[in-house]
């Protein structure tokens, strides 16, 4: 009877270890792929913007827990700063691709990870106080325009749209400063326009009636990617399953964010300093499913043609071995 007894737990143990899948016997593991991973931890540079909200999303839904990957958003105070610190206090970061690829041509050796955004209508303007003469791109022969950076995608796609419109691009003066101050630049008339995004721009209608003097996404700008997210060479190099996790997450995010828009506005009131009704006004471009060589190229190509980069630049070396489209 004892022999029988042994016999009936042991036959109960392994039905338990099939039942649940954690038996070393059978070498399962209820963490999916998370055990060949170089690490499960990783710490990511973000601003308050648009671009980011697929990832605010991914961790709402526990996508990232999901597939064995704890990721923490980093506020970050720019770009710039941003990418200075990949390798010490960031893993990844958030920027637009003209800072990552002005880094690159500085000889920061970065590696891209995903695409984050593309413009759609109204999702990147100039735009100008309520009181403003300045209602069409042509109207200032040398306007003034507050810009983040001078070299930065807002300063790219304002001239190249401001050309169209038969504006001399040597005339403009741009003045640079965050974001966050440019609503008291067009209210004081410091500035004539300033190039925006997506919260700031709504922001900035509903605080102080500012206008749209022109979206920025139009003519050689139309669709225009935005933005994205890296790594330093070094750190894709030592952590390719990682990176290849975070990138698969990634996709899943942004496929979510681009079915669902509303659920990108709803997200924005959690990190974007915005309420409801300012968020359901947000203009929501793109998400892009994947890094794609010939739509990047485009912007680095801009940059050259616009002299922010000494000489073109190859975008497929950038890229994870293995993407070519």
């Known amino acids: 009877?004892?022999?029988?007894?042994?016999?009936?737990?042991?036959?109960?143990?392994?039905?338990?270890?099939?039942?649940?899948?954690?038996c070393g016997l059978f070498g399962g593991s209820s963490d999916g792929g998370a055990a060949d991973m170089e690490r499960n931890v990783i710490r990511i540079g973000v601003l308050p913007?648009?671009?980011?909200?697929?990832?605010?999303?991914?961790?709402?839904?526990?996508?990232?827990?999901?597939?064995?990957?704890?990721?923490?958003?980093v506020p970050q105070p720019s770009e710039d700063e941003a990418i200075k610190q990949l390798d010490s206090t960031l893993d990844l970061t958030w920027a637009t691709h003209v800072n990552f690829f002005r880094a690159v041509a500085s000889g920061t050796e970065l590696q891209l990870q995903g695409e984050a955004y593309q413009a759609g209508?109204?999702?990147?303007?100039?735009?100008?106080?309520?009181?403003?003469?300045?209602?069409?791109?042509?109207?200032?022969?040398?306007?003034?325009?507050?810009?983040?950076?001078k070299d930065d995608v807002g300063a790219?796609?304002?001239?190249?749209?401001?050309?169209?419109?038969?504006?001399?691009k040597q005339k403009i003066n741009f003045k640079t400063m965050p974001y966050s101050e440019m609503e008291g630049a067009l209210t004081?008339?410091?500035?004539?326009?300033?190039?925006?995004?997506?919260?700031?721009?709504?922001?900035?209608?509903?605080?102080?009636?500012?206008k749209i003097v022109t979206d920025t996404a139009r003519g050689p700008t139309l669709d225009f990617p935005m933005s994205g997210y890296a790594s330093s060479k070094k750190f894709a190099e030592a952590n390719p399953k990682t990176l290849k996790v975070f990138r698969d997450v990634l996709r899943e995010a942004q496929q979510r964010a681009q079915a669902n828009k509303l659920s990108v506005q709803d997200s924005l009131t959690s990190y974007a300093d915005i309420d409801q009704p300012t968020a359901?006004?947000?203009?929501?471009?793109?998400?892009p499913l994947s890094l794609n060589p010939i739509r990047l190229q485009?912007?680095?190509?801009?940059?050259?043609?616009?002299?922010?980069?000494?000489?073109?630049?190859?975008?497929?070396?950038?890229?994870?071995?293995g993407t070519t489209n």
């Open 280 to 287: 359901a006004l947000v203009s929501v471009g793109t998400f």
């Open 1 to 22: 009877m004892a022999t029988r007894a042994k016999a009936l737990r042991l036959v109960a143990v392994l039905i338990t270890c099939v039942l649940t899948a954690s």
């Open 121 to 149: 209508p109204n999702s990147m303007a100039l735009v100008a106080a309520a009181g403003s003469d300045y209602d069409d791109p042509g109207k200032k022969s040398a306007p003034t325009i507050a810009v983040p950076s």
């Open 298 to 321: 485009r912007v680095a190509d801009m940059m050259d043609t616009e002299d922010v980069l000494s000489g073109r630049l190859d975008v497929q070396q950038l890229l994870p071995p």
């Open 156 to 168: 790219l796609t304002t001239r190249a749209v401001l050309d169209t419109a038969a504006v001399e």
């Open 188 to 210: 004081s008339g410091t500035v004539d326009a300033a190039f925006m995004i997506e919260p700031f721009i709504t922001k900035a209608q509903r605080k102080i009636g500012a």
């Open 49 to 73: 913007v648009v671009d980011v909200a697929p990832l605010r999303i991914a961790l709402n839904e526990k996508l990232f827990e999901k597939n064995g990957l704890q990721v923490t958003l």
